[in-house]
């Protein structure tokens, strides 16, 4: 959905007219492996920008771009045309195109200055495609049916949003359902620290094209905290309690999604005994993941790293870092 984002602001400017652009975005994905449901893309009639599926489903969608409207696009993919298009497997999907025009502005504006920012569409039971509310979590714009309805959908967005990473749900609601899709910019992280972990920490968020920086000083780490949100990061390798103890005060007290902290559980008890004399209880201390990292049987910074990234990622999705093989629900997400 990030290309999408791009190709949203080559799109005319606020009160301009949006040259026959539509929004595609995923409305439910089953099958296709780990590939990513919050996929999304912008078609005009240059053409596609942006990426939903490989680009499997791009002549359906070039289709109902053309027949004009508020449309939605069914596809079922069979392995080999997935192998092809550089999916694990095939499946089904349902897309839904919303032509840009008729999105409420507040859309715009949260792209523009990279605010997370969610969009409601209500699907009938025969079909019908409904008006999209935009959702922020300090503003709503648009109405879905009636009063009862819009609330939900900005419930909802709101609850979805808060999970921190762009994704998208389905909620059945009067007979109907409610297309949830959220827009959330790209994880940042700062890390607390120097040297191989750090650097290895910082590769790794790299690799997942998160914007990830390093300071060894409270003030820097104190600016991040500022603005970091549910889908930020700080891990703390610092074990001087002059560093420390600030920082892990101030995440605690912050928005953050992710409160790493490096070191051994001596370490980690003295902490939790520094930061309760501070006025932190029990809920706000389970906040923090230290030692930092799940149990991998890490040992060089580059394994260190990825077990704090796994980490990261099981946090924000509320899962259990079990092995898939284990498992029995979806295994995209």
């Given amino acids: 959905m990030h290309s999408m984002v ?8 606020a009160g301009q007219p949006a040259a026959d652009a539509s929004i595609v975005r995923v409305v439910s994905l089953t099958g296709f492996g780990r590939r990513d449901a919050a996929d999304g893309a912008v078609v005009d009639q240059a053409g596609i ?19 004009g409207g508020r449309q939605l696009v069914s596809g079922r993919i069979t ?29 715009r504006t949260s792209v523009a200055s990279a605010t997370p920012v969610a969009l409601v569409t209500q699907i009938g039971a025969d079909g019908t495609i409904g008006d999209t509310v935009v959702v922020t979590r300090a503003a709503a714009e648009g109405t879905i049916a009636d009063d009862a ?3 939900a959908a900005v419930d909802a967005a709101r609850e979805l949003l808060a999970m921190g990473k762009s994704d998208t749900r389905v909620v059945e609601h009067g007979g109907g359902e409610l297309a949830i899709a959220t827009l959330v910019p790209l994880p940042s992280g700062h890390v607390v ?18 914007t990830v920086t390093s300071d060894e000083t409270v003030d ?16 703390i390798l610092s074990h001087d309690p002059r560093i420390d103890t600030p920082l892990l005060d101030a995440a605690l007290r912050s928005d953050v999604g992710y409160v790493g902290a490096m070191g051994s559980r001596h370490t980690q008890a003295k902490r939790r005994t520094r930061l309760e004399a ?7 201390l389970a906040r923090i993941h230290g030692p930092v990292g799940l149990d991998l049987g890490s040992r060089t910074p580059a394994e260190t790293a990825v077990a ?3 980490e990261y990622l099981a946090n924000r999705s509320g899962r259990a870092a079990q092995s898939l093989g284990t498992t029995t629900g979806p295994i995209n997400g």
């Fill in 6 to 13: 791009h190709a949203l602001l080559r799109q005319p400017a």
């Fill in 49 to 67: 920008h942006g990426e939903i599926l490989g680009g499997i489903l791009d002549d359906p969608i070039r289709q109902a771009h053309a027949a």
């Fill in 79 to 107: 392995d080999p045309d997935a192998d092809a298009a550089g999916l694990l497997c095939g499946g089904t999907a349902r897309l839904l195109l919303t032509p840009l025009d008729e999105v409420p502005e507040l859309f």
């Fill in 149 to 151: 309805s819009t609330s």
């Fill in 193 to 210: 620290g120097s040297g191989p972990i750090a650097e290895a920490i910082m590769a790794q968020g790299q690799l997942m094209g998160w």
């Fill in 220 to 235: 820097a780490g104190e600016a991040f905290l500022t603005t970091a949100g549910p889908a930020d990061a700080i891990v």
């Fill in 278 to 284: 501070l006025g932190h209880d029990e809920t706000s």
């Fill in 308 to 310: 704090i990234a796994a």
